[in-house]
């Protein structure tokens, strides 16, 4: 009964740490897919970014752990703004297959770069020693980093929504998911909020990334061989949701975890399974609203 519960433990805490990666990861492509209905599929190349600028200002630069996190948001999300404004937006009005071919493309040549760059291998996390080692939670050891990502996570997770439920700036992205033409006809200057916005959510994917290093480790087919699962979490909770992703990738990390404990001879069968039983129930998924 003791080891049962013991893994019913270790399965959830896992599960959540998971979950909070895939969520700061996601949660950007959900809004900018929601607002700009551009399908970004090299969304993924940005939390690559993150991961490797950060890994590599800790590793030969000597940066301080918190210091390289705060780079790494600041410097993709600029980059990302950079890049919406040079590249995304003359495709805003492009057919949906080119937009796929464009970001595909994206990610080949992300894939190349950083293989290029950073070699073939994943790069170790230099992690600090007050976040090595483990703690003692009621009567059960769990790695530090990991109790650390899932409470920095919280604290993210609850400033993301504050700042887009209790802001003006959030109350013009959710204006603009809603009836972008109206937001533009009230005075939104909708080319700026896309800027601003795709910004924002590259600079959220460079930080889950980076924190989550230690979860999905940064090699150059980052952005390939997850891509899969952001777009599950983005298609489960909803485009345009701020709380759907979240609880999207609670089912996702919790579900992946379970199973790679319990059934690994399985795969990735029942995450498949469970996204394909929510998107019949409800095609826009958990949050989404009908088109």
Known sequence: ???????????????????MVLYLISVGLSVTMGLMGFVNLAHGAFAMAGGYLALTLMNRAGVPFFAALALAFLIVGLAGAAIERTLYARLYNAPELDQVLFSVALIFMAVASA??????????????DYLRGQVDL?????????????????VIVLAVWLGLERTRFGAQIRAAVDNRRMAAAIGVNT?????????????????????????????????????????IVVSVGGLGSIRGPFFAALLLGITDTACKYLIPEFGAFFIYAATLAVLMWRPNGLFGRAA
Do not use: E, N
């Open 1 to 19: 009964m003791d080891s049962a519960l013991s893994t019913l433990i270790s399965i959830a805490f896992h599960g959540v740490a998971y979950a």
């Open 115 to 128: 293989k290029f760059a950073w070699g073939p291998l994943a790069l170790p996390v230099p992690l600090p």
């Open 138 to 154: 009621a009567g059960h050891p769990f790695p530090t980093y990991r109790s650390f990502l899932i409470l920095a996570g919280g």
């Open 191 to 231: 080319s700026l909020l896309f800027t601003c916005t795709f910004a924002f959510g590259s600079g959220l994917a460079a930080l889950g990334g980076a924190l989550g290093a230690d979860i999905l480790a940064i090699d150059p087919t980052y952005a390939q061989s997850h891509l899969v699962f952001f777009l």
